[in-house]
Every structure is written in C-alpha cells, then in structure tokens.
C-alpha cells in the first residue's frame, strides 16, 4: 500500500485550469481517469487525510504510485479525452458499461453496388445504414419480412448473389417477389438502390408520406379497374401497418430522443437507453456495470452518455437525450454531443407528459434489469463458495457460514414495531424458514432495546429445542428429532453460523449481549452499515471494510436489503389491519366467516348494533350464545363520533367512514416509515 503523500505534486505545480489527469501504478499501469473543469482543487482533494476520504476512493489513492495531468483549453476538449483515455487504458478504477451482450442491429449496406439488408452485430461500419439495436435478431427479421413485400431490397449473401448471376436464375425470394432479383438483370442497379433508399426512409420514421402515397396509388388502380394491381397496393399498405404495429407509438409528434435510466445500489448500477425515431421505439439496449470509482447518478449518467456516443457523430446522435439527472459539466457534455450530431442537441430531464411516462418506463426496465443481474449473479455456485470463504475469511470465523440469518427492526414513527428474520443457507434464500416478531416488551421506538428482544427471543426457543432433543445432556441428535411429525422442519431449531443485524455498533452490541446472556458462544455476530457498506464486530472500534468487488459484500448486502423488504412489508400488512379493525374484531370466537356473514345480512355495523338479539340469531351459522357475546360487546363499543366532509358540511354514514378509513390516502401517506436508529430506510 502505497503513502500518496509520497507522490503528491509540490505546491504550485499543478494549474488552475482545466484538464485530464491520470494516476499510475507502481508498474506505471493507469488505473483512474478524470477530468476536472480546474485541476488545482480537485486533484488536491485526492490528498487529504485518507480518514475523509471514501473507500473507494481512499483504495485508489493508495494503489497508485504516482499522478499526471494534461492541460486543455476548454472543458469539451476535457471531456473527449476523457473518454479517448478510458477507451485507450481501461483504468480499473473507472466506471465502464459493458453490453450483457451484443445487440443487433437492422442494417442496410448502401457502400455496395446492390445494397443488401441483413442483421448486423459487433462494431458498426462506414457507409451502412443501421437501424435498432434490437433486443433480439428474431424481431428484425419479422420486420424484414414484412416489408420486402413493399420494398424486394436483396438480403442474400454475396457468394448466393454471385451464384444467382452465374446460373442466371433468382433465388426463391425472386421467384415469391420479396426479392427484385437484380442478380439476373429484373432492376438496374440504379432502381434497386432507390428502393433501398425507401426502405431506408421508412425505418428511418418518414413513413406517414409513403402511405399516403400507396394509398393513391391504390384508388387511381381502382378507379382504372385495375383491380388486381389495387388489391396487391392494398395487402402492400396492410404489410406495411403491420411493420408499424411492432413498434408502439409513443408521441404524436415525430420526435427522435434517446430515453437514459438508471437503477443502482451501493455495489452496482444498470442502465436502460430506449431509441426514438420517428416518434416510435426503434431499439433498446442495457448495461451492467460494478461501481468501482464513488461516482453519483449523475456521474454514472456522464460516464453512459460517453460511452454510448463516444463513437457515433451525425444522426447516429438524436436531437433529444432525456436523463434521469443532468451532469455536473451539463454545458460541456452539451456542446459535446452537439459536435457530434452537428446541430443542437437537448440535454434535459422530462418533467411531464408522455416523455416522463415514458421515462418511467425506461427505469422500470432498469430496474428489472438490475434485480435478473442480480439474480443469475446468486444463482452460480461457483460464486456463492467464493461469497462464503470471503465471509468467514473477513470475519474470522473457523469455517463458511452456510446458515445465515440476517435481522432487521421496522417501525412507522414507533408504531407498529416489528422485526425481520430471514434465512440463506448455502447463498441462497431459504424463505420456507423466515420468521416474523412482534415487539412486545415495551412500546415506542428503541431500535436496540427492539434488536436485543428479538434475539433474545430466537435463541430461548433454538435452546429449548435443543433441550426437548436431548443435545443439552450431550446425546445425539437425529434428523427425525429435527422435524415435527408431517415432516418439516421445527420452528428454530437449526442455529445458524452467522447473525447479521442491519445496523452499525449499537444493534452489534445488542445482539451479542443476548447471546451473551443466553450462554451461547458458538454464533458469529456482524453489522452491515448502510452509509459505506461497513460490517461492524463485536467489541471492535473500527469497521471491517471488505474490497469493492468482494462476492462476499455482495452477499451481505442482498441478505440484508432480503430482511428489510421482508420487515417492511409486514409492519405495513399490521399497520393496515390496525386501521381496518372494527368493533366486532375484538368478540371472542367469531371468525372472519361470520364476520362478514353478519355484516353482508344487515348491511352495517350500524344496523347490527340496533339488532335485536332473536335477529341476529336468523343469521346462518350464528347462535344464541354468539348473538348475545355479539349483542354485549357492540353495547360496549361506543360509537364513534360521525365523520364529516370538509367540502361540503355533510355528515357521511358509518359505512362510508369506515371504508374511507380503510382505504389508503389519495397521496400515498403522508407518514414516513423509519428503519433502525443507525440507518435510514433505502428506496
């Protein structure tokens, strides 16, 4: 681990103007790539107390052995070499997207003599037109198909073109007419490469022109009583709708924008980017990337803006780029791509109508992206084992946790307490084992005093199963003693190696002083704070940082994030059964059945309480003994107080009230639902 203050520039050597720096290796590799719009500031910022550093950050500096800088005139000419220098020395310390895979796109070769329409994939040439990307080869092809009706553009490879010629006979796509056949002489290449143009237009989105022109063509055919010419003009319309028809139109207008979102968490990012031309989606492509460098949103969003169109210039670049968050450099990424494209482009994020609609559209497809990525990253053994050996490495632990439970305390305001428990055994989620408490020691909020209880509480019964099995006197355990009589297994009986709280020292603390006094010894106890993705000891002052690309941090935090989804969801499940309770939840012995069967015969509770007791025992299934229990304790429950409509002065019935309690709030809740005292709930 290299010192940086073994490296750091002398005073007054580094400028105050804008630049491109780099920071190399002890092998003189580069590893970090930036750009600053002033380089005195920001790369005196590298060298300050490591302490106040971020860990990424701090393991970067300490990792290089020595920095370097180019002066530029403008912060545009920062921002190309920026890019031509990642591209150039792939830094391990930057953010790079990566496609999952390759996309392909829709291409038309307009550099040869007879233009051919094919799928193309990998980097794109000069002199081909391309349309897409699309998310897969099949699309295309359906969409060719359609359309070599209307425009017989050749799509057959070179060595069939040339057979073709030789033998002087088309191929089938000539003889069927999806094919011009200029191979035997039907077309001039002139004709044939017009109608490549056309297709061209119409993929390009100029397609409102050329309908309107078919159609004329169809009715001046039909009025000469050149009915079969007017049929086949009428199935070319139909062929080219349906073309249309597979890609949904989004604005009424012709726009061509480029949609970015992102989804990330503390360890990674995904982006979606939907292609608009023509007012409709023509392609949609994705990335994954780790986030090496401690970058925000709107980094990531300059990193993806440069390496999408780092290589593309003209139309390639479309008039609108509509982001999640707009760059620090907004005016220099600006004048950027408008460089690139030529003409001005609009750098903006949408704040209404069908661009935000569908923006959110965009970020839906990155967050599924983010969890599928997430999940095939689970899903391998191979790094699962890794994930594990890394675990009971950091930790110290004799050997791989391969039962984890993971606990998470959730409350709204101090109401409603309730805590998680979930389970992964082998790096998998084992959701058959998950538990859910109640806090019941005490009321109000006390995210410690919460934790310690619910620990408590597991470990009495894990200890009470132990004893009723017999491991306490020493004797052996079978798998039958493990499981109850239909065959699953005991509620706590299997301990787990590890215990991880969701939370800094103070929930550690509390965790191991239940254990503690429970006598047991043999449970490893961790913390993953969420602020730096830090996992706190027991009785250790600092944290244990685990590396930025450890498949075991990965893991804890997906545990982690797995107990506060599960504790979420349900302190709100007890937070809307609290307010839809009514006075017939509180008579002993009557079920939901009769509940509603009550409430479905007279109509409301309102109706029921001023029931006499002979009618409440015509209700089918409820008794004499039920309708006084019934009777009594609809007696007791006062009434509450009517509710009245603000607007209008209206008393509103019993009934409506009651629905209108039950149903959730027009904006969605005004309260906020807090999660432990160390941290704040993540969105």
Known sequence: MADPSSYRPKPGQIPDSPGVYRFRDEHRRV??????????????????????????????????????????ATEVEALQLEYSWIKEFDPRFNVKYRDDKSYPHLAVTMNEEFPRVQVMRGPKKKGVRYFG???????????????????????????VFKRSAQIGRPCLLGYIGKCAAPCVGRVTPEEHRELAEDFCDFMAGRTGTYLKRIEQQMVIAAEDMEYEKAARLRDDIGALKRALEKNAIVFNDA??????????????????????RGGRVRGQRGWVTDKVE???????????????????????????????????????VNQWLTAKRG?????????????????????????????????????????????????????????????????????????DVVASMVVFEDGLARKSEYRRFEIKSFEGQDDVRSMHEVITRRFKR??????????????????????????????????PQLVVVDGGQPQVAAAQRALDELGIDDVAVCGLAKRLEEVWLPDEDDPVVLPRTSEGLYLLQRVRDEAHRFAIAYQRTKRAKRFRAGPLDDVPGLGETRKQALIKHFGSVKKLRSATIDQICEVPGVGRRTAE???????????????????????????????????????????????????????
């Open 31 to 72: 590893i970090y790539v930036g750009k600053a719009k002033s380089l005195r500031p920001r790369l005196s910022s590298y060298f300050q107390d490591l302490a106040n550093l971020h860990p990424r950050t701090r393991t970067m500096v300490t990792t290089a052995a020595s920095v370097e800088w180019t002066v530029v």
């Open 462 to 495: 894990y200890l009470s199963a132990k004893e009723k099995t017999g491991d306490l006197m020493g004797g052996e355990i079978s798998e039958e003693q493990l499981q109850d009589d239909d065959g699953r297994p005991k509620r706590f009986a299997y301990p």
């Open 294 to 332: 401690n970058v925000d949103t709107a980094g990531l969003v300059e990193h993806a803006l440069q390496q999408l169109y780092g290589e593309e210039s003209g139309e390639a670049v479309p008039k609108e780029v509509l982001v999640p968050a707009l760059p620090d450099d907004t005016v220099a």
């Open 133 to 159: 990307p699309y998310g897969h080869a099949w699309a295309i092809r359906e969409t060719v198909d359609l359309m070599l009706r209307v425009f017989p553009v050749r799509t057959c490879s070179a060595g």
């Open 255 to 276: 726009t061509d924008a480029d949609l970015i979102a992102l989804a990330e968490d503390e360890l990674e990012a995904a982006v979606q980017i939907f292609h608009v």
């Open 629 to 683: 229990t019934v009777a009594a304790a609809l007696a007791a429950a006062a009434p509450a107080a009517p509710a009245v409509n603000t607007a209008t002065g209206e008393i509103i019935e019993e009934d409506g009230a009651a629905a209108s309690a039950a149903a959730p709030s027009p904006n969605g809740g005004s309260t906020h639902e807090q999660h432990t005292a160390a941290e704040q709930p993540r969105a």
């Open 343 to 415: 003409s001005n482009v609009s750098l903006r994020i949408p704040q209404r109508g069908d661009k935000k609609d569908l923006m959110a559209t965009v970020q839906r497809n990155a967050q599924q992206s983010l969890v599928l990525h997430k999940t095939k990253r689970a899903s391998d053994l191979t790094t699962r084992s890794r994930a594990l050996e890394e675990i009971a490495e950091a930790l110290g632990l004799d050997g791989a946790p391969l039962r984890i439970e993971c606990y998470d305390i959730s409350h709204l305001q101090g109401d």
